[in-house]
């Protein structure tokens, strides 16, 4: 079955700079990769979503990479803001199921 | 704007007793899934259902039952709660819109579930 490993657990990057999270998946069936932000005692919620036929998609600071080669793909977000700090999921289907990443815990320093 | 509830944001049950976990969505949606959030461990699917009385399990089902008797309700089932279930659970839903076509999950607030 599909396996989602995400790196890394924890990031901490100062106000202004940028931040990258990664991942990894193992079924090369998968076609939709998803990234879902969980602020503290929320619900998780969509902020982008990329399908196999592109390799990249952007929404204003927040990008998302898909290399299918590779089976890796990356969540960019620039210029990061107090109100990015929260815990990010990335996921990739499996079947009719989402399995998600363990996910990186993302803290913005002033 | 869609809507997923669930029945408590706080439970604590004591070892042994059955737990019902309900969760409504308001949205129509085909696919509804429970999963368990556990600190370092992600988001991890127990069960999901894709239709009225059709269900699948997922990655961890094992102490764990569902039922789906109409499309907008979907329960999860402690047969005997144990202390290693203690975890914050979470519905979610999605619409479905067409073979392989997968759509964003909405998610429920979160019950956390503590056993005693």
């Known amino acids: 079955g599909e396996n989602v490993e995400q790196h890394p657990s924890t990031l901490s990057v100062q106000e202004g700079d940028s931040a990258v999270i990664k991942c990894t998946y193992s079924?090369?069936?998968?076609?939709?990769f998803p990234w879902y932000k969980q602020e503290l005692g929320k619900r998780p919620q969509l902020i982008i979503d990329?399908?196999?036929?592109?390799g990249e998609k952007k929404d204003q600071r927040i990008a998302v990479t898909l290399n299918k080669t590779a089976k890796h793909f990356s969540l960019h977000i620039t210029e990061t803001q107090p109100e990015d700090s929260a815990v990010y999921f990335c996921?990739?289907?499996?079947?009719?199921?989402?399995?998600f990443g363990k996910g990186t815990r993302l803290h913005i320093l002033p | 704007d869609v809507k997923v509830t669930q029945s408590s944001r706080y439970l604590v049950k004591r070892t042994g007793e059955k737990v019902f976990l309900e969760c409504v969505q308001d949205?129509?949606?085909?696919?509804m899934f429970w999963y368990r959030q556990d600190p370092g461990l992600g988001l991890r699917l127990i069960y999901f259902?894709?239709?009225?009385?059709?269900?699948e399990k997922g990655d961890i089902p094992e102490g764990y039952s569902v039922s789906r008797e109409k499309k907008e309700r979907f329960s999860l089932i402690l047969e005997s709660a144990s202390t290693n279930q203690t975890s914050m659970y979470l519905c979610?839903?999605?619409?479905?819109?067409?073979?392989?076509?997968?759509?964003?999950?909405?998610f429920g607030p979160g019950t956390r579930l503590t056993v005693l």
């Open positions: 979610a839903s999605t619409e479905i819109s067409g073979v392989g076509s997968y759509n964003e999950q909405f």
């Open positions: 079924d090369s069936a998968s076609n939709y």
């Open positions: 990329i399908r196999s036929n592109v």
């Open positions: 996921a990739a289907n499996r079947d009719d199921k989402i399995i």
């Open positions: 949205m129509d949606h085909e696919n």
């Open positions: 259902s894709y239709d009225v009385k059709m269900k």
